[in-house]
């Protein structure tokens, strides 16, 4: 028999558009959540035209929609705005990142939904949060991950500050987003009167949430930690460091046996055994002198071998890989991490596999992203009973 998905059973309509809380959907997707995807209807997510396309549709899309049932609605509409709060009777989250407001101008902000539905979750992801002085300025990730600190920890002390390659501030308040829902589902569900609650995530609190210990450095020690490159500061050895083919490889030699191992395989048993850096701190303080000597070693093989020299040696190291070599790479490939779709045109395409790795209950890809309105009749059908006729006068009035 087959098991069910951990989240089968829960129902999320997902309102936002781009990156955060479609990604947050994605992953509840995934994992057997029913989420209903609303559109606007003359053009839709605005993803569904970044970056590269096939056949007039973003790659992204097939990967960030997937499992979603797509439907449209005119939110600014009120048959639109009817629509939503139908539909918000029978779901137990709303997920939307628009910026603070705009779902109260019309008429669909928690207070309104709650009276349609106290049970509720509704989770608001914005760039500054529900409150505060910022609350209703527009956020991207980008300038979350500008204001939460990180951009200026990104990159070398002498040159501008450099983003991740990817839309990284989104992701994290998206993975913030899951893990708050079900936070707040667990409590409903433990609450006698099933009372719902608002999840209230900041891009940039998510964001400014990854930076480790640099506050209490600043208001304890008056330290501001800066662009340090490829080193992290305080912790050694652990640095990118040049192999004799030209290409680059990442040790993480900052455990004290694990620098031993890493003296000793490299020849240096002096260092290894030397008081001064047993611990991290004495190896901290003398991380450019280290650095170097990694280095010196490292550009006698190639990568290929320095990386089986230290393997044997249980070092942790590794590659820097582009994407041509994640493709190629078996433990990506025993792991599930490429999976194969179909596309709509029957071209054949990898893309990411599911994370977490759940033993009894697994997630899986069901779908690729739709079509715009692909599931129009069957939701509106099976959640508010519309015939084919009040769809189409809908549909004619640009409502869906």
């Known amino acids: 028999m087959t098991k069910k998905k951990p989240l089968e059973g829960v129902k999320i309509l997902e309102l936002g558009n781009f990156v955060a809380a479609p990604f947050a959907g994605k992953l509840f997707s995934e994992f057997g959540a029913e989420v209903i995807k609303v559109e606007e209807p003359s053009k839709g997510d605005p993803l569904r035209n970044w970056r590269v396309m096939h056949n007039d549709t ?27 709060k139908q539909l918000a009777e029978k779901v137990d989250v709303v997920l939307e990142n628009f910026k603070p407001g705009t779902l109260e101008k019309w008429g669909l902000g928690l207070e309104e939904l709650r009276k349609v539905n106290p049970s509720i979750i509704m989770t608001r992801i914005s760039g500054y949060g529900q409150t505060g002085p910022y609350r209703e300025k527009p956020g991207f990730g980008s300038v979350a991950e500008a ?11 002498d040159l501008p500050p450099v983003r991740a390659g990817v839309s990284l501030g989104d992701m994290v308040a998206g993975l913030y987003a899951v893990i708050g829902t079900l936070m707040a589902l667990r409590a409903r569900d433990q609450d006698e009167n099933r009372k719902g609650q608002m999840v209230d995530i900041a891009l940039y609190e998510s964001v400014f949430s990854l930076l480790e210990g640099i506050l209490p450095e600043y208001d304890l ?13 305080g912790i050694a050895p652990s640095n990118t460091y040049e192999c004799a083919d030209g290409k680059h490889i990442v040790i993480g030699g900052n455990g004290d046996k694990i620098f031993q191992r890493l003296m000793t395989v490299i020849g240096r048993e002096d260092l290894a055994n030397h008081p001064t850096y047993s611990s991290n701190q004495g190896r901290a303080d003398n991380a450019e002198f280290i650095d170097t000597v990694i280095e010196g070693w490292t550009k006698r093989y190639s990568l290929e071998e320095a990386q089986r020299i230290l393997d044997n040696a249980s070092v942790p190291v590794g590659p820097i890989y582009g994407i041509e070599d994640i493709v190629k790479d078996e433990q990506y490939k025993v792991r599930d991490m490429l999976r194969e779709i179909v596309l709509p045109d029957g071209k054949k395409a990898l893309v990411p596999g599911i994370v977490p790795k759940l033993s009894e209950t697994p997630g899986d890809i069901e779908w690729t992203g739709p079509a715009l309105g692909a599931h129009n009749e069957e939701v509106f059908k099976e959640y508010m009973g519309f015939s084919a006729e009040e769809l189409k006068k809908l549909k004619e009035q640009g409502v869906i």
């Open 221 to 233: 020690m008056g330290i501001e930690r800066e662009r340090t490159g490829s080193t992290l500061p």
């Open 58 to 84: 973003s790659v992204w899309w097939y990967v960030q929609s997937r499992n979603k049932k797509c439907i449209t609605a005119n939110m600014r509409s009120e048959e639109g705005q009817k629509i939503i």
């Open 147 to 157: 204001m939460g600190g990180l951009r200026n920890l990104t990159g070398y002390p």
